[in-house]
């Protein structure tokens, strides 16, 4: 393992294929969602947190959270 936490600068990684909104909740900030997500690779991310802010709410012109986090994963309507 590693002595060092420095973060490792990739160019590129792998897609989200597909990800499941497992639970929400709210705080005077903004949101924390509480998600599984399915990569592309074939490897799965198990109860990861994302929180979203209420400014990135209105930075996605939406107040709905799960069109922030559809966003904020890189999923846009073309």
């Known amino acids: ?8 600068k990739y160019e590129t990684g792998t ?8 639970q929400t909740s709210v705080d005077a900030e903004g949101y924390e969602v509480l998600l599984n997500i399915d990569l592309d ?11 979203i802010s209420f400014e990135d709410l209105t930075a996605y012109e939406t107040k709905d959270i799960h069109e922030g ?8 309507n073309e």
Request: no cysteine.
């Open 1 to 8: 393992m590693a002595d060092s936490l420095e973060p490792f």
């Open 15 to 22: 897609s989200i294929q597909t990800f499941n909104i497992i």
């Open 41 to 51: 690779s074939g490897y799965e991310l198990e109860d990861v947190r994302l929180k």
């Open 69 to 76: 986090v559809r966003y904020a994963l890189g999923f846009f």
